[in-house]
């Protein structure tokens, strides 16, 4: 059974760094047909795609345009896991963020492109 | 970026009763390799988000055939046949035909 297991600070002062790791059991990080994402949900901002992390022969990364300058997200072959920094957050960056596969085919070999594991979620609290 | 946009935002069902909820996108999504990839999800109070749909009506494994979807290009629909008091939550409509992935604003069932 595939699962996602969600790890990381529920409180980060503003100005400095959200970390959070999704350890994955039953895939691989490295896997050639998932991309390993991150979400996050705040009633502001309903839910938002932040980026993904993924390996087709070499490791590559996307990312939202409105996160894309304090966004790193890294992939850990030895761990099978991977994680999500962001920096110089503010309160706008309090929410529930999640981890999420996005597998790229179905149980019948066809493309589908659709997010079909999620971690728990953490919330991160953005506060002095 | 592709706006996506949720009709109607509440909606309040009797049990064993249809529900219905649009999702329209500010453009089509139809993918390069002729394929649209529009998901649905079903969150539950205090749960992460649920894939019940995928590529337009596609149901996912495990997912019950009471929920539908259809549409093409731009518009699109989840139908649930018959509501279930396991049915209450929020729903989204989620389009992977383009980068950055968006998400609708939520359409929530709740029980009359």
């Known amino acids: 059974q595939v699962q996602l297991q969600q790890s990381g600070p529920g409180l980060v002062r503003p100005s400095q760094t959200l970390s959070l790791t999704c350890a994955i059991s039953?895939?691989?990080?490295?896997?050639?047909?998932?991309?390993w994402n991150w979400i996050r949900q705040s009633p502001s901002r309903g839910l938002e795609w932040l980026g993904r992390t993924y390996y087709r022969s070499k490791w590559y990364n996307d990312y939202a345009v409105s996160v894309k300058s304090r966004i790193t997200i890294n992939p850990d072959s030895s761990k099978n896991q991977f994680s999500l920094q962001l920096n110089s957050v503010t309160p706008e960056d309090t929410a529930v963020y999640y981890c999420a596969r996005e597998g790229d085919y179905d149980n019948s070999g066809y493309n589908a492109f659709y997010f079909d594991l999620w971690g728990r979620g953490t919330l991160v609290t953005v506060s002095s | 970026d592709i706006v996506m946009t949720q009709t109607p935002l509440s909606s309040p069902v009797t049990l064993g009763q249809p529900a219905s909820i649009s999702c329209r996108s500010s453009q089509s999504l139809v993918h390069s390799d002729g394929k649209t990839y529009l998901s649905w999800l079903q969150q539950r109070p205090g749960q992460p988000p649920r894939l019940l749909i995928y590529k337009i009506s596609n149901r996912f494994s495990g997912v019950p055939d009471r929920f539908s979807g259809s549409g093409a290009g731009t518009d699109f629909t989840l139908k649930i046949s018959r509501v279930e008091a396991e049915d209450v939550g929020i729903y989204y409509c989620m389009q992977t035909t383009q980068f950055p992935r968006t998400f609708g604003q939520g359409t929530k069932v709740e029980i009359k």
């Open positions: 039953g895939d691989r990080v490295s896997s050639n047909s998932a991309a």
